[in-house]
């Protein structure tokens, strides 16, 4: 299958993700503008205690103006491991900490429109570590993991839902 060709760029916009408007030649030669979103990518845990609760941030997120259960997920900042980031963000959002991390896999999360990718961490044998103060009004929830998936169907969350399927 024959690819697109980027005959230019120019950034629209520059902060946590970039905004990039390509004029592209397509393989019969016609040209079209395609905006295409840049990121350096998320990592996402799902940390479950010894006992099988499950911890989750439950926050205000301004895109979707609702207050939303999800797993603890941030960016992958340049130079860190997906692994590293997804410790680091465990720790921030919801205050644990586990030394048994499985990885899960890795998926793009809208590859017609951008490049990022999500990892998605299991963090077995979670435990309390010190939370550092947050940005953003959050709230954690420790729930079994049977209420975790059922909050799966109601939460909309794509790393949540992805988790389900893999069943944790």
């Known amino acids: 299958m024959e690819h697109w060709r980027r005959l230019s760029s120019r950034p629209v916009s520059r902060g946590y993700i970039h905004l990039d408007e390509d004029l592209v030649r397509l393989p019969d030669g016609r ?10 990518g998320f990592a996402c845990a799902c940390p479950v205690t010894t006992d099988g609760l499950v911890a989750l941030v439950r926050q205000y997120r301004y895109p979707l ?9 941030g960016s992958v900042e340049p ?7 997804a410790q680091r963000e465990t720790a921030e959002e919801v205050g644990f900490g586990s030394d048994d991390w499985v990885e899960l896999g890795s998926f793009w999360t809208m590859p017609g429109r951008g490049d990022e990718v999500g990892h998605l961490f299991l963090a077995r044998n979670a435990r309390p570590v010190e939370r550092p103060p947050q940005e953003e009004q959050t709230e954690v929830l420790l729930e079994p993991i049977e209420v975790a998936l059922e909050l799966v169907g109601t939460v909309r969350d794509a790393l949540c839902l992805r988790l389900a399927q893999e069943r944790l």
């Open 79 to 85: 130079g860190e491991s997906p692994l590293a980031a």
């Open 31 to 40: 040209e079209l503008s395609y905006q295409v979103v840049r990121a350096n």
């Open 65 to 73: 103006d609702e207050v939303i259960s999800e797993l603890p997920a």
